[in-house]
């Protein structure tokens, strides 16, 4: 059975650094497009914040380009989002997934962006 563990949130003050981590077990994920999501209590769907390709390549919301990077590390099966420079509106609890075909969400990790 696949596991999606999210860590490394918490409480930054506005413009501060947080580093996600996403720890994938039960699928070998190297072939697959991975995705970093993120949902608000006001919002019914999540949202793709930012995507990794087994080829590296990345795509970001145009609300967080810039500030977040995306990264991988197959031999850890293990997923990673960096963010720089946060905003208050980035306050959310944050998923990853598979993008292609989501399979059952984690628990998330909550992001609080406040001074």
């Known amino acids: 059975q696949v596991q999606l563990v999210e860590s490394g949130g918490g409480l930054v003050k506005p413009g501060g650094s947080l580093r996600l981590s996403c720890a994938v077990s039960?699928?070998?994920?190297?072939?697959?497009?991975m995705g970093w999501y993120r949902q608000t209590p006001g919002q019914q769907q999540r949202e793709l914040v930012a995507d990794i390709r087994y080829d590296f390549r990345t795509d970001y919301a145009s609300s967080v380009k810039g500030r977040f990077t995306i990264s991988r590390d197959n031999g850890k099966n293990e997923l990673i989002l960096q963010m720089d420079n946060l905003r208050p509106e980035d306050t959310a609890v944050y998923y990853c997934n598979f993008v292609s075909n989501p399979l059952e969400w984690g628990l998330g990790t909550k992001v609080t962006v406040s001074s």
């Open positions: 039960g699928r070998f994920f190297t072939d697959y497009r």
